[in-house]
């Protein structure tokens, strides 16, 4: 039997909650980098979120400190979605023009796009290998030249940049201290950014920051005409300007890597709220915490030549696994990919692993599950399922979720008989939906967590009718085979049959069932042979 989730039951568990609530599940408090603080998060329309997430630079291939910071966010935007009900437009951003990309395609002799394009698919795979939802929305920075040049004018129009006889273009911190008040923009509390410092010279004041690089006219450099001449985007301005042209002057969450709260996301609050003349631009700012190597504070680089590519740990690790490691971790920690931390994934894949295959055991009658109550099991699952959607509620405590989880587990495999020596008849008549409400239950909430587990199988990741097919055939054939192990040990077999006789019938039944599969076993002289029915 193939047992498949639904996460369609799960929601109607979910329905008892939404009798008593109002129109939103539950309130969910969030921790808001800009305030530094965990706030009930109230975005502008209820119901729905407007989300921007930096993207990739696609210079190179994805390390595993991206598919950390991007499944981690996949579990946020999950929960979010499937837990606390919101509609979603996830926008994320992707650098295909940066000074890393024209480095490589000047040292390769190709267009830069040829890099950018090349790296931008392999990120997209690899992320689908991660099972991680790709964004409604990708944008690129190649597509949005026009639109960041107007963005900066306007900016220069309003006095917040200036343009200098290089053709770069600064904003203007002075004039933005002037206009504004700088206490809600805490994450600007660093100081200077040393990539900042090169460019002193003609800056106004040391915390003034480029919007737009020049170059001259005759470098062979990658460089765009412009009002102030040739050149190119500073790298803060095209999330402001792309994030900007989908969802205006509001945004309620704003996401990315804690590496980028300093100076890439205090640069896009200045030029986004100057441009768009508010207070607040985008309303909450997430940060996951960076995976970093062996030590706790070596931050995992390219520069640093520290890095995992994902493809290199998929050969290690499963995409589940990774994500449980991701889940076992309070997103905005730092998280060491070490040992013990990997192992006590592993473990919960193990545990998850073996409850399913206890399952089908007791499909098959071969553990007693007659002590599992069903009231005591919905009570049980109602009380987890309120503490799961709590702590998930706080700041997606996903670590505590998955506790949770485990002790649903731990309970449920406290009730399960594997001496069944005494009572073989009798668990044969045992009701097993308890078993199965708790099997759904688990399944589902793996699901959220973007977690396909099945009971035969334990990945549902390839449900094809291939796959399928396959499951069932390895079905049969280990029935049979623990039959025909039973014939032999005489505890299927009465004294008066002969096992000979037995063993053929078994062999027919195994051609019919073979048969209804549509596969044709044909017994000839000198063996039997298969093919598959037209
Ligand atoms: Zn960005």
Redesign the pocket.
């Known amino acids: 039997m193939i047992f498949r989730s639904n996460l369609f039951s799960f929601r109607s568990l979910l329905h008892y909650r939404r009798c008593y609530s109002s129109s939103q599940l539950h309130d969910v408090y969030i921790y808001n980098s800009t305030n530094k603080a965990l706030e009930k998060f109230e975005p502008k329309y209820p119901g729905t979120i407007f989300w921007y997430s ?1 993207g990739p630079t696609v210079y190179d291939s994805s390390h595993i400190g991206h598919a950390s910071t991007y499944v981690t966010f996949d579990i946020i935007h999950r929960i979010l979605k499937h837990v606390f009900n919101y509609n979603i437009v996830l926008m994320m ?1 992707i650098t295909d023009i940066d000074d890393k990309i024209i480095q490589r395609s000047q040292k390769e002799q190709v267009h830069y796009l040829e890099i950018s394009k090349k790296y931008e698919q392999e990120f997209i795979g690899d992320m689908q290998k991660l099972n991680v939802q790709p964004p409604t929305i990708y944008a690129r920075v190649s597509d949005h030249i026009p639109l960041i040049i107007n963005f900066i004018q306007k900016l220069i129009d309003d006095k917040f940049a200036y343009a200098c006889p290089s053709g770069s273009v600064y904003f203007d911190m002075n004039r933005y201290g002037e206009k504004n008040e700088y206490k809600h923009h805490r994450m600007n509390e660093q100081g200077v950014s040393s990539l900042e410092t090169d460019i002193l010279n003609e800056k106004r004041n040391i915390r003034d920051f480029a919007l737009w690089k020049g170059r001259d006219e005759s470098s062979h450099e990658l460089k765009f005409k412009s009002p102030w001449g040739y050149g190119r985007p500073g790298w ?1 301005i ?2 402001s300007v792309m994030a900007s042209r989908t969802f205006g002057s509001h945004l309620d969450i704003h996401s ?1 890597g804690l590496d ?1 709260v300093f100076p ?2 205090a640069n ?1 609050i200045l030029q986004s709220t100057a441009y768009h003349e508010i207070k607040t631009w985008a309303k909450y700012w997430l940060h996951a915490g960076l995976l970093n190597t062996k030590s706790m504070d070596e931050k995992m680089s390219k520069s640093l030549n520290n890095t995992i590519l994902i493809r290199d740990m998929l050969k290690t690790y499963t995409s589940t696994q990774f994500r449980l490691f991701c889940l076992m971790h309070d997103y905005r920690s730092p998280r060491s990919f070490e040992s013990a931390a990997i192992q006590q994934a592993l473990f919960v894949d193990k545990l998850f692993k073996a409850f399913f295959d206890t399952v089908q055991a007791c499909q098959k009658g071969l553990v007693d599950i007659s002590s599992l109550s069903e009231a005591e099991t919905i009570s049980k699952i109602r009380n987890t399922q309120d503490e799961i959607v709590d702590v998930l509620a706080n700041n997606f405590d996903t670590p505590s979720a998955m506790t949770h989880l485990q002790e649903l587990v731990h309970w449920i495999n406290s009730h399960m008989n594997y001496d069944i020596r005494d009572n073989e008849n009798s668990i044969k008549n045992t009701p097993t939906c308890a078993l199965y409400l708790a099997v759904d239950f688990i399944q589902s909430w793996l699901q959220i967590f973007g977690i396909d587990m099945s009971i035969s199988g334990h990945q549902n990741q390839n449900t094809s009718s291939d796959r399928i097919l396959l499951e069932n055939v390895v079905e049969k054939s280990v029935q049979f085979r623990t039959n025909i192990r039973d014939i032999s040990r005489r505890r299927s077999v009465t004294n008066e049959d002969n096992p000979k006789k037995v063993i053929l019938q078994e062999c027919d039944d195994y051609r019919l069932q073979m048969k209804y599969l549509g596969i044709d076993i044909k017994d000839r002289h000198q063996g039997s042979t298969w093919s598959f029915k037209k």
Request: proline share 0%; with cysteine; aromatic share 0%.
């Open positions: 930096c951003g803060h095209e999330c990315g980028l890439h996301h896009e």
